[in-house]
């Protein structure tokens, strides 16, 4: 008999569903605490010079990748505020949420909402928002638009997608409407998201406004942007390489696999323990998938409880940048069956 979602998800403890709020405010403390770090000694380098170069180029580099896997970590644990998994108290999570990600210039509302429009929407194409909103297969891509190619090619399809996917993400979900109109809203679910964008918008502008006359212009652009620029890539990266391996599934609309889409077109990608530690182990994202409102810190028990029960379901392979290459090629859709299809790599350079 074909197992059912609720086949994986009960074989994860129950004592796992449940937050653990000293835990998630320890975290947010290390969390800020890494950030605010990072902040002050890239802050406290001299400006670089020809004299200085040899060592303050590579220290600089050194110091942004420290602060942008910081802030990568600050965005899991806003992830969990937005499942509701960072605390049992709504009001907890919506507040550190909201103030957490005005760091990131993001609306915490708007991301929830298109957030959870993935997950029930996963792997859906022309749907879901992310990677697979334009895969097609290899003859529908004769006949779309030359600007949806280029759109496949340089997103799913090479690193162009991780520098901009973040980007584009957030214009997205900013302007929800009409560039996310698959999302349907309610009229007034519609203005209070909006209000809320805007809200959201009003605050990171008062961050910037504050940040930037406490320490000058050219040093916020010196400190800042490094670290939101490798924290942004790697957010996309993390997001791509989980979803979207060669042989992962692919559905239209009306046939919606939910055990195909949750479980077996979601991928643990491992790596080195101290990337797993600053990101809190998102990589390690089947469980997510198979119940989303898993705090991050129980994960990995759950992906063991997984692993027991139904080991054969569980995808986890170690990262390469073989592997990655192939996830960038694997951008055409064969159809298995009807309104289901699995990534392949595609035929053509």
């Given at each position: 008999?074909a197992?059912?979602l609720?086949?994986y998800?009960?074989v994860?403890?129950?004592a796992?569903?449940?937050p653990?709020?000293?835990?998630?405010l320890?975290?947010?403390?290390?969390?800020?605490?890494?950030?605010?770090?990072?902040?002050?000694l890239l802050?406290?380098?001299?400006?670089?010079?020809?004299?200085?170069?040899l060592?303050?180029v590579?220290?600089?580099?050194f110091?942004?990748?420290?602060?942008?896997l910081s802030?990568?970590?600050?965005?899991?644990?806003?992830?969990?505020?937005g499942?509701y998994?960072f605390?049992n108290k709504?009001?907890?999570?919506?507040?550190?949420?909201?103030?957490?990600?005005?760091l990131?210039?993001n609306?915490?509302?708007?991301?929830r909402?298109a957030?959870d429009?993935?997950h029930?929407?996963n792997?859906v194409?022309r749907?879901?928002?992310?990677?697979?909103e334009?895969l097609?297969?290899k003859?529908e891509?004769?006949?779309?638009?030359?600007?949806?190619?280029?759109?496949?090619?340089l997103?799913?399809?090479s690193?162009?997608g991780?520098?901009i996917g973040?980007?584009?993400g957030?214009?997205?979900?900013?302007f929800?409407?009409?560039?996310?109109?698959?999302m349907?809203?309610?009229?007034k679910e519609?203005?209070?998201?909006?209000?809320?964008?805007?809200?959201s918008?009003?605050?990171?502008?008062?961050f910037?406004?504050?940040?930037?006359?406490?320490?000058g212009?050219?040093?916020f652009?010196?400190?800042?942007f490094?670290?939101?620029?490798?924290?942004t890539t790697?957010?996309?990266?993390?997001?791509?390489i989980?979803?979207?391996?060669?042989?992962?599934?692919?559905?239209?609309?009306g046939?919606?696999?939910?055990?195909?889409s949750?479980v077996?077109?979601t991928?643990?990608?491992?790596f080195?323990?101290?990337?797993?530690y600053?990101w809190?182990d998102?990589?390690?994202h089947?469980?997510?998938?198979v119940l989303?409102g898993?705090?991050?810190?129980?994960?990995?028990?759950?992906?063991?409880?997984?692993?027991?029960?139904?080991?054969?379901?569980?995808?986890?392979v170690d990262?390469?940048?073989?592997?990655?290459k192939?996830?960038?090629?694997?951008t055409e859709?064969k159809?298995?069956?009807?309104?289901?299809?699995q990534l392949t790599?595609r035929?053509?350079?």
């Amino acid at each position: 008999m074909a197992l059912k979602l609720s086949d994986y998800v009960k074989v994860i403890p129950r004592a796992l569903w449940v937050p653990q709020e000293r835990k998630s405010l320890t975290t947010l403390f290390r969390c800020i605490t890494l950030v605010v770090l990072s902040q002050f000694l890239l802050c406290s380098m001299p400006e670089m010079s020809f004299q200085n170069a040899l060592w303050a180029v590579p220290t600089y580099f050194f110091l942004s990748l420290f602060g942008g896997l910081s802030l990568v970590g600050l965005f899991v644990l806003v992830h969990d505020c937005g499942h509701y998994s960072f605390s049992n108290k709504k009001i907890l999570n919506d507040v550190v949420g909201f103030f957490s990600f005005t760091l990131l210039l993001n609306s915490f509302y708007g991301w929830r909402k298109a957030h959870d429009f993935h997950h029930r929407n996963n792997q859906v194409r022309r749907i879901d928002p992310d990677w697979p909103e334009l895969l097609s297969t290899k003859e529908e891509l004769k006949m779309i638009p030359w600007y949806e190619r280029v759109a496949i090619r340089l997103g799913p399809g090479s690193p162009v997608g991780l520098f901009i996917g973040f980007w584009v993400g957030m214009l997205k979900r900013l302007f929800f409407s009409f560039l996310i109109p698959q999302m349907k809203l309610k009229k007034k679910e519609t203005i209070v998201l909006y209000l809320q964008n805007f809200l959201s918008a009003i605050f990171s502008a008062l961050f910037l406004y504050i940040y930037i006359n406490l320490i000058g212009l050219d040093k916020f652009v010196y400190v800042y942007f490094g670290p939101v620029i490798i924290a942004t890539t790697t957010g996309a990266f993390l997001t791509f390489i989980q979803h979207s391996h060669p042989g992962n599934y692919a559905f239209d609309q009306g046939s919606f696999d939910v055990v195909l889409s949750q479980v077996h077109s979601t991928v643990n990608v491992r790596f080195p323990k101290l990337l797993e530690y600053l990101w809190l182990d998102i990589n390690i994202h089947l469980p997510h998938h198979v119940l989303p409102g898993i705090p991050w810190y129980h994960l990995r028990s759950a992906n063991d409880s997984l692993k027991a029960s139904s080991p054969g379901d569980v995808k986890e392979v170690d990262f390469s940048f073989s592997l990655l290459k192939r996830c960038w090629r694997a951008t055409e859709l064969k159809q298995v069956s009807v309104g289901v299809y699995q990534l392949t790599e595609r035929s053509t350079i």
